[in-house]
């Protein structure tokens, strides 16, 4: 039983091109490969068939009895490529959008801005999840996210360097302040000064802790929390 050889669509698209350019210089010009390449490239395609394309002898280019039928089909295969490829890469119209969203942001907003963005796109489904800014910005750099909200600048870690590939968009703005507890019976002016936190990866753990160390107060921390209702 004869087994076919499958098909090398470069080598399909080189020949279809020197046919419509009428020549291998003027193909070797379009597909930018030297006109040795072309000739490479027609000469593979020729043993994979087992036939000549060509009438070598001719001037202009004229192509063989099996160049004719090859060039029937030609254009078909790479019309059918395109199209597989296009309907396989094209955005699915109902596809799903991984959201994730810094902890801080989560309880407060996250249900409001969840709510206005279904209003906008009813049929994107959202997978959403909250956590810290560079686990984060490590999962998105991953493919792991489609979008990130998260806090820009400094980390625990210092200052995070975005990949080239991520473009960043500035949201709002916000002012850090400290808060004690309505009801507290500690005096603030007192040191060492008790402290609720975030883990050490808190990017505002190191900001807080520096300026106490500038203001040349001491602390303790009494608490650590792992998420921001525990704090």
Not at 201 to 228: D, H, N
């Amino acid at each position: 039983m004869m087994t076919c050889p499958d098909m090398d669509l470069d080598l399909i698209r080189c020949f279809l091109t020197v046919v419509e350019s009428g020549g291998f210089t003027p193909a070797s010009k379009r597909l930018h490969v030297t006109q040795s390449g072309i000739t490479l490239k027609i000469k593979r395609l020729e043993e994979q068939l087992n036939c000549r394309l060509f009438r070598r002898t001719t001037k202009p280019l004229e192509l063989s009895h099996e160049g004719e039928i090859v060039l029937g089909d030609a254009r078909r295969l790479l019309d059918l490529n395109q199209e597989m490829v296009q309907r396989v890469t094209k955005p699915k119209k109902n596809g799903a959008l991984r959201l994730g969203v810094v902890d801080h942001f989560g309880p407060q907003l996250l249900p409001m801005w969840l709510a206005e963005f279904r209003e906008t796109f009813p049929n994107l489904k959202i997978v959403s999840d909250i956590g810290l800014t560079h686990e984060l910005l490590k999962d998105l750099e991953d493919d792991k996210f489609d979008l990130v909200i998260a806090s820009a600048g400094y980390t625990a870690m210092g200052e995070y360097k975005l990949a080239p590939s991520i473009q960043e968009t500035h949201l709002q703005k916000e002012t850090m302040i400290w808060v004690q507890a309505e009801n507290s019976k500690i005096d603030p002016s007192q040191d060492p000064l008790p402290l609720v936190m975030f883990g050490s990866k808190c990017r505002f753990r190191p900001i807080a802790l520096e300026a106490l160390q500038k203001a040349g107060r001491t602390w303790e921390i009494a608490y650590v929390g792992g998420s921001l209702n525990s704090v």
